[in-house]
């Protein structure tokens, strides 16, 4: 026997009603999905401060001299500056190891004892004479702490170079990462990985409109 088809209802105009459209279900409000959402939202904001502040104190020196002309270049995203000199061979006078303040600043002449210089960061400076004033030009190489051993071994390369001993040289100092960047990169990374590893180990409980849902189509 043949079956009677189901007259489905026809909207005016003789076309067929549009099937109902599927809304978008956002997740309950609840005190877990706050909590949540705040955890990973703090782990990306901290990620952002750190790049933040990686990128605002990278900086860039090099002094390179070849046989008789010698350039000196600095790039500081700090300052938003960038210095570059250059002279002969004959001007460049001496490099030293030199010591920072807290604020990045040079310790000069006797403004500090013996005692305070040892808990001071280290970099070094390199001075020369201009062509025409014969005034002397003394710029940091870095304005950061560069340890003990690095600025010694450096200095005594450039000495090197001025007392003729060596007819080239390339000197290079960067810094693209600072501490507090670090911290706040890997505490961003372990929130976003601690929440990730949470919520496998403890799934979230159904919310009360999925087992309302389940009810209905059981």
């Known amino acids: 026997m043949r079956k009677r088809g189901v007259d489905l209802p026809m ?12 809304q978008l279900n956002m997740p309950d ?11 990973v939202l703090c782990g ?7 790049y933040g502040h990686c990128s605002r104190h990278s900086e860039q020196s090099r002094l390179y001299c070849a046989e008789d002309v010698c350039r000196f270049s600095r790039d500081s995203m700090e300052n938003r500056s960038r210095k570059e000199f250059q002279f002969l061979r004959e001007s460049l006078v001496k490099a030293e190891v030199a010591h920072l303040d807290k604020n990045g600043e040079l310790v000069r002449g006797k403004r500090a004892s013996r005692r305070q ?3 001071m960061a280290q970099t070094y400076t ?3 004479k201009d062509a025409e004033t014969q005034d002397e030009t003394t710029l940091p190489i870095a304005s950061y702490g560069l340890g003990r051993k690095v600025p010694r071994a450096k200095v005594a390369r450039i000495m090197q170079y001025v007392q003729r001993q060596i007819d080239d040289l ?7 990462f600072t501490g507090i960047g670090i911290v706040c990169f890997v505490f961003g990374g372990v929130l976003i990985l601690l ?13 009360r409109r999925d087992l309302s849902r389940r009810q209905l189509f059981k």
């Open 126 to 128: 390199v001075t020369w």
């Open 44 to 50: 990306f904001a901290l990620i952002c401060i750190g």
């Open 29 to 39: 409000a609840t005190p877990a999905n706050v909590f949540s959402f705040t955890w």
């Open 11 to 22: 909207a005016s105009g003789g076309r067929s009603p549009t099937p109902p459209r599927r």
């Open 195 to 207: 929440r990730v590893v949470v919520g496998s180990i403890f799934p979230q409980p159904p919310s």
């Open 170 to 176: 390339d000197v290079k100092e960067g810094r693209w």
């Open 117 to 119: 210089k040892r808990g």
